[in-house]
């Protein structure tokens, strides 16, 4: 089945430094998704991506789908200690009842 | 609007309990979605409604059963709550899965099974 590789699993970084995270597959996607997970709660979307080559900004946050659909990063600028928690890509294949495939979750650590 | 309801937010169930998952949404959404997650994975989606009266299987379906009586409810039902089933437990909506499509997530129930 489709899977997603995302790295890195865990980062631990001072306030203020800049973050990047990736997903990958070898399955072509239509659509990628990037949530935030806090402890406890369900997952929120930051960016949605829907065009090969999109990028895409959300305040500090930025996003790309990559050119050959099968990859995207996040990029989150300056980063402040509420940006701590679990960040997930996942991808979406028309026609398939939209189901979300997603990655393992990068654990963001922010030490002010 | 509350968006994506969950009920119970957390449950503790002995070996061989049965017990129903709620799930509602406001948002008049055809799409809905359970999924399960486990420390250091993704969400695995368990089943999933195109609409009213329609159920399918995702990924891991297996000991789970739902059901999609009313556009805005999906039930996920366990008939017999093994320990390799504690897990956090999320439902999610979206229009129709189609082009920019998102899906939205309720804030999840954790169920421990003894």
């Known amino acids: 089945g489709q899977q997603l590789n995302q790295s890195p699993q865990s980062m631990f970084i001072q306030e203020g430094e800049d973050v990047s995270m990736n997903c990958t597959s070898s399955s072509i996607f239509n659509t990628w998704l990037w949530y935030k997970q806090d402890p406890g709660e369900g997952p929120v979307l930051l960016i949605a991506?829907?065009?090969?080559?999109e990028l895409t900004s959300n305040g500090r946050l930025t996003a790309q789908f990559g050119i050959t659909r099968k990859d995207s990063f996040l990029n989150i600028s300056a980063s402040i200690p509420s940006d701590v928690g679990i960040y997930f890509c996942?991808?979406?294949?028309?026609?398939?009842?939209?189901?979300?495939?997603f990655g393992q979750g990068t654990e963001l650590s922010v030490k002010p | 609007n509350a968006g994506v309801t969950q009920t119970p937010k957390f449950r503790v169930l002995k070996t061989g309990q049965s017990m129903t998952l709620l799930c509602a949404q406001d948002m008049n959404h055809e799409y809905m979605y359970w999924y399960r997650q486990d420390p250091g994975m993704g969400l695995r989606l368990i089943h999933y409604s195109v609409g009213e009266g329609t159920t399918a299987k995702g990924e891991v379906p297996d000991g789970y059963n739902v059901s999609r009586l009313k556009k805005q409810n999906f039930l996920l039902g366990l008939e017999s709550a093994a320990p390799s089933q504690t897990s956090v437990y999320f439902c999610?909506?979206?229009?129709?899965?189609?082009?920019?499509?998102?899906?939205?997530f309720g804030p999840g129930t954790r169920l421990l099974v003894l």
């Open positions: 996942a991808g979406l294949i028309y026609n398939q009842g939209g189901k979300l495939i």
């Open positions: 999610a909506s979206s229009y129709l899965g189609q082009s920019q499509e998102t899906q939205y």
């Open positions: 991506l829907y065009k090969a080559g």
